[in-house]
């Protein structure tokens, strides 16, 4: 895949990201085409800047590699809607998406759960640690930052806000990246922001810190990765016991990419289901 094709499917990445992109899967890709194999792609939730997202991913992306013997390369689309649009049209061999998504490309597009980080999720709403902002009311008439409205985390925080009785009352913004989520909290361009501790856990360290948790809410599975109905079943095999394999590095925090990867049983599915009937509606018909 060149640059051109990248950018045109896909939509996404940028410059610098495309040139890390190539430099860390050019010399796998090669060997690949020497061998008659194409690598295989997969399409990663852009919830982290590219770059941020290809650092974090970079010892799975090397023990798929050397546990299937072929290439493998990651890239991510621009934004939530533009990847479950694709996800939605079949476009995607392979591809990660939140885990209300997920579950709703299981129920209607088709696609077959591979694994699931072993860890679960907390949502946090975030604030400055010397906000003024006490509690859920001190909200009102502020601006929170969140990922895309399709993300989980943005999906949980907006369900979080309407019980406390804040719907309508406070402005969301949607963030790039939980990167520039945590700039704007720290510059007060917004009073509070909605992320997931595992995505905290993989900001670069120069992010800007001193948050405070003004509420959480566990229990969420991390992102789920599926196989398109375009990957052959020998192939997902191959590549749900290379996931299964996967030993994380216990020097690092526990994220999506750093952690065990395993099926999640059928019930903890179920109970995405309201989640997953909030981004059918969310994503509207197909367009024509």
Known sequence: MNRRQCHGRLGLLGWSALSALSMVGGRAAAQGTQAGQAPLSIVLAPFLSPGSLISVYRP?????????????????????????????????????????????????????????????????????DAS??????????????????????????????????????VQLLSMASVNSAMYALNRDEVAAVVAADTQLATLPAATPRGERVLASIGGMPGPLLLAGPSLPRAEREALRAALACYVPDATRPVSAANSRHSPLPEAQLRALDAYAAIARQALGPVAR
């Open 60 to 128: 799975l992306r090397e023990h798929l590699e050397k546990h299937l013997q072929r290439p493998v390369e990651m890239l991510s689309a621009k934004d939530f809607r533009t990847l479950a649009e694709e996800a939605r049209r079949g476009d995607h061999a392979v591809v990660q998406l939140p885990a209300h998504l997920g579950r709703l490309a299981m129920l209607e597009w088709g696609h077959e759960l591979l694994a699931a980080p072993a860890a679960p999720v907390t949502v946090l709403v975030l604030v400055k």
């Open 132 to 169: 003024a902002v006490r509690s859920a009311a001190d909200l009102r008439g502020r601006s929170v930052g969140t990922l895309d409205p399709l993300s989980l985390t943005a999906t949980v925080g907006r369900r979080w806000l309407d019980t406390q009785g804040l719907s309508g009352q």
